[in-house]
């Protein structure tokens, strides 16, 4: 037999070599193939370094398209696994992509400009300040007295969390909380939904549950959704279990349980406290939103339903009777687009059951695409978003927190994608239209590096968008400092 072993280092050389000759050939035919880019050597680019970054806003729009963008959403099976393999349901996902650059003289009226000069910082000694852009320029310094006079407060101070992937699991929500909570007072995780996707993942909270029927108002177009954007419908099976969390400080115990949900029958509730003491609630058929409540020195509590019929679960908080909470409602997916939805009355009855002192809007990661920089659409879809949450929600501050950083390729280094410093001003003119708050993400993230940085220090995934959990915590910091020396 011929021994051909003396050529395998002749093979292996010629492989590497091809593979290295991939990183040269032009991205943009490899793009139009439907391929990626390939660069054997990614993992040794250095990115960009804080100068470098200053100077990408320069170069911003230079051989960029300016067309519009279309979306489309696949939905697949969900791979994140559960704590009670309640992982199969379909994740809708939405991908943004460039329309076609339409002839020149095509009848298409040219994109609004948007104004990007900020208004003077309501605070100093952050380097993000939050900017106040509502009338009287009072938003943020209201909210900042409750902050100081919490002590007198016969309720949680509650600040609510709206977002998508990039808070998914309580990424950086967590570290917000525990902020808060160990300057302010306050314990437990918050408002936690029936069921979620990442349940195996999430560690501020223990979560077991079976037999529900979710709804999201990203897959569906029907009606009764307000800010946790799901709702619940159980079988005579159903079961939830929630359980606090040493993971962080304040979630391995709390004071309060609250279970909100529309009965239009006459079910019966029973909770577990502890794994002992056991509770029955009979509900009284209603139209609208209510609550069984429980306090007490929890570490763990189970609901389960009987006479299901009519039934219609949106949560429970997990909470103490005052301090601060802060409660995390992510839709993996979601554009925000989809908030305009939620339904003025039900939202009404949420806030009273649940009064809300500060909404943080977290979205625009879903839209942003690297070949496209005008998302005056967009601004135009949360402007209306944003008020229509104003009317939900009346009294309540409202902030407008941007896109992070998100890098892509270019040129064999990772850098900036210009969509998102377009996307960043219009998230701002989106604040400054309905006189509301923002927090610029992108400029807390650039000030300690970029997201090159963010990835080379385990801050971020190699997707170069995702945050990790230590990224998480950094950004949470910068955005309690901001917050809590707002003036």
Same mark, same amino acid.
């Given at each position: 037999?011929?021994?051909?072993?003396?050529?395998?280092?002749?093979?292996?050389?010629?492989?590497?070599?091809?593979?290295?000759?991939?990183?040269?050939? !032009?991205?943009?035919?490899?793009?139009?193939?439907?391929?990626?880019?390939?660069?054997?050597?990614?993992?040794?680019?250095?990115?960009?370094?804080?100068?470098?970054?200053?100077?990408?806003?320069?170069?911003?729009?230079?051989?960029?398209?300016?067309?519009?963008?279309?979306?489309?959403?696949?939905?697949?099976?969900?791979?994140?696994?559960?704590?009670?393999?309640?992982?199969?349901?379909?994740?809708?996902?939405?991908? *943004?992509?460039?329309?076609?650059?339409?002839?020149?003289?095509?009848?298409?009226?040219?994109?609004?400009?948007?104004?990007? *000069?900020?208004?003077? !910082?309501?605070?100093?000694?952050?380097?993000?300040?939050?900017?106040?852009?509502?009338?009287?320029?009072?938003?943020?310094?209201?909210?900042?007295?409750?902050?100081?006079?919490?002590?007198?407060?016969?309720?949680?101070?509650?600040?609510?969390?709206?977002?998508?992937?990039?808070?998914?699991?309580?990424?950086?929500?967590?570290?917000?909380?525990?902020?808060?909570?160990?300057?302010?007072?306050?314990?437990?995780?918050?408002?936690?939904?029936?069921?979620?996707?990442?349940?195996?993942?999430?560690?501020?909270?223990?979560?077991?549950?079976?037999?529900?029927?979710?709804?999201?108002?990203?897959?569906?177009?029907?009606?009764?959704?307000?800010?946790?954007?799901?709702?619940?419908?159980?079988?005579?099976?159903?079961?939830?279990?929630?359980?606090?969390?040493?993971?962080?400080?304040?979630?391995?115990?709390?004071?309060?349980?609250?279970?909100?949900?529309?009965?239009?029958?006459?079910?019966?509730?029973?909770?577990?406290?502890?794994?002992?003491?056991?509770?029955?609630?009979?509900?009284?058929?209603?139209?609208?939103?209510?609550?069984?409540?429980?306090?007490?020195?929890?570490?763990? %509590?189970?609901?389960?339903?009987?006479?299901?019929?009519?039934?219609?679960?949106?949560?429970?908080?997990?909470?103490?009777?005052?301090?601060?909470?802060?409660?995390?409602?992510?839709?993996?997916?979601?554009?925000?687009?989809?908030?305009?939805?939620?339904? !003025?009355?039900?939202?009404?009855?949420?806030?009273?059951?649940?009064?809300?002192?500060?909404?943080?809007?977290?979205?625009?990661?879903?839209? *942003?695409?690297?070949?496209?920089?005008?998302?005056?659409?967009?601004?135009?879809?949360?402007?209306?978003?944003?008020?229509?949450?104003?009317?939900?929600? !009346?009294?309540?501050?409202?902030?407008?927190?941007?896109?992070?950083?998100?890098?892509?390729?270019?040129?064999?280094?990772?850098?900036?994608?210009?969509?998102?410093?377009?996307?960043?001003?219009?998230?701002?003119? *989106?604040?400054?239209?309905?006189?509301?708050?923002?927090?610029?993400?992108?400029?807390?993230?650039?000030?300690?590096?970029?997201?090159?940085?963010?990835?080379?220090?385990?801050?971020?995934?190699?997707?170069?968008?995702? %945050?990790?959990?230590?990224?998480?915590?950094?950004?949470?910091?910068?955005?309690?400092?901001?917050?809590?020396?707002?003036?």
């Amino acid at each position: 037999m011929k021994n051909y072993f003396r050529y395998t280092f002749g093979l292996v050389l010629l492989v590497a070599l091809m593979m290295l000759g991939l990183k040269y050939l !032009p991205a943009e035919s490899v793009e139009e193939a439907g391929l990626k880019p390939v660069n054997i050597l990614a993992d040794l680019d250095r990115g960009n370094t804080v100068e470098e970054l200053e100077g990408l806003d320069a170069e911003a729009g230079a051989g960029i398209r300016q067309g519009g963008y279309s979306v489309r959403s696949v939905t697949e099976p969900d791979t994140t696994a559960s704590t009670d393999g309640d992982s199969s349901r379909s994740v809708s996902t939405i991908f *943004v992509e460039p329309e076609p650059v339409l002839p020149a003289d095509s009848a298409v009226a040219a994109p609004e400009p948007v104004d990007t *000069v900020s208004t003077a !910082p309501v605070q100093t000694g952050s380097a993000v300040p939050v900017r106040d852009y509502s009338p009287d320029g009072t938003m943020m310094r209201t909210f900042t007295g409750k902050l100081a006079g919490i002590g007198q407060m016969k309720r949680p101070l509650r600040i609510g969390f709206m977002g998508d992937s990039f808070i998914e699991g309580d990424l950086l929500t967590s570290d917000f909380r525990e902020l808060m909570q160990s300057r302010y007072g306050g314990g437990g995780v918050g408002f936690v939904p029936i069921t979620s996707q990442v349940a195996g993942f999430r560690q501020t909270v223990g979560h077991k549950f079976g037999q529900w029927k979710q709804s999201s108002i990203v897959n569906s177009k029907q009606e009764g959704f307000t800010i946790s954007a799901f709702r619940f419908t159980p079988s005579e099976d159903s079961y939830v279990e929630y359980k606090g969390s040493s993971h962080k400080k304040h979630l391995d115990r709390f004071g309060r349980a609250r279970l909100l949900f529309i009965s239009k029958g006459r079910s019966v509730i029973r909770a577990t406290v502890n794994g002992e003491e056991e509770f029955l609630f009979n509900t009284d058929p209603m139209e609208s939103l209510q609550e069984v409540q429980l306090d007490g020195d929890f570490r763990s %509590i189970r609901y389960q339903i009987s006479d299901v019929e009519g039934f219609t679960a949106y949560g429970v908080f997990l909470e103490n009777p005052t301090g601060v909470s802060v409660d995390n409602f992510s839709v993996r997916g979601n554009s925000g687009t989809a908030m305009g939805r939620i339904s !003025p009355v039900l939202s009404e009855q949420f806030g009273k059951l649940s009064p809300y002192d500060l909404i943080i809007l977290q979205y625009g990661l879903n839209v *942003v695409s690297s070949q496209v920089t005008d998302y005056s659409a967009y601004r135009k879809q949360m402007t209306a978003v944003v008020n229509h949450i104003r009317r939900c929600f !009346p009294g309540t501050a409202i902030l407008v927190m941007s896109v992070g950083d998100r890098a892509t390729r270019s040129n064999g280094a990772f850098v900036t994608m210009p969509g998102i410093r377009a996307m960043v001003a219009a998230q701002e003119q *989106v604040a400054r239209d309905c006189g509301v708050l923002f927090w610029n993400t992108y400029d807390a993230m650039r000030a300690a590096g970029g997201m090159s940085a963010f990835v080379k220090n385990g801050w971020a995934a190699k997707d170069y968008t995702h %945050i990790s959990a230590r990224g998480g915590r950094k950004i949470a910091t910068a955005l309690f400092d901001a917050i809590t020396t707002a003036q």
